[in-house]
């Protein structure tokens, strides 16, 4: 499944999502945990067709990690590597709704000049500044949360085998000498 569909798919679940609520606070929750802010879309309207066709991926990759070209080969080959993390996927669908501009120059851009992916990667390079934070913030409040669950879980477990090796009392009671 592309990149494209899974958007689409999110963002019409958004949609569904956003419908009940009347008075729009869960929204703005949302646009704060993802980082669409008003700076953010400021800058996203500054966003022009050049800004993407001028912008070297390729160069900033290479200096990053000059390996990763062959790592991603393999994992191309093996459709294991995703793309866009979830918080990037929200972000995006959200950042598309706030802002029509990007939203048609995605459309102009995608697929006649660049992937759906390249298109991605770099959006997230020309915002990484403004939206770095709220992402190490939504993936710290996932690991708390995933560390919750295997703390409840654990302790069910440990409950259990505490019930199971506690000793019971007969009713002759215990042995005295």
Known sequence: MNIAARIRRSFFREEKKELPSVNGSSSGNEEDLLGVTDELIDHVRSFTIDTFKNFSLYDEEACVNPLEEEEEEVSSNENVKKD??????????????????????????????????????????????????????????????????????????????????????????????
Not at 88 to 94: I, K, S, T
Not at 105 to 119: A, I
Not at 127 to 132: F, G, H, P, T
């Open 84 to 177: 866009l993390s979830d918080w990037q996927e929200r972000h995006a669908v959200l950042v598309l709704s706030k802002s029509k501009e990007l939203s048609q120059l995605r459309f102009k851009l995608c697929p006649r000049l660049l992937k759906e992916d390249q298109f991605w990667k770099i959006y997230f390079k020309l915002v990484r500044n403004l939206v770095a934070k709220y992402e190490v913030q939504a993936i710290q409040r996932a690991l708390i949360r995933r560390m919750a669950m295997e703390a409840s879980e654990t302790k069910g477990v440990y409950e259990v085998e505490m019930s199971e090796t506690k000793p019971r009392l007969t009713s002759t009671g215990p042995a005295t000498p």
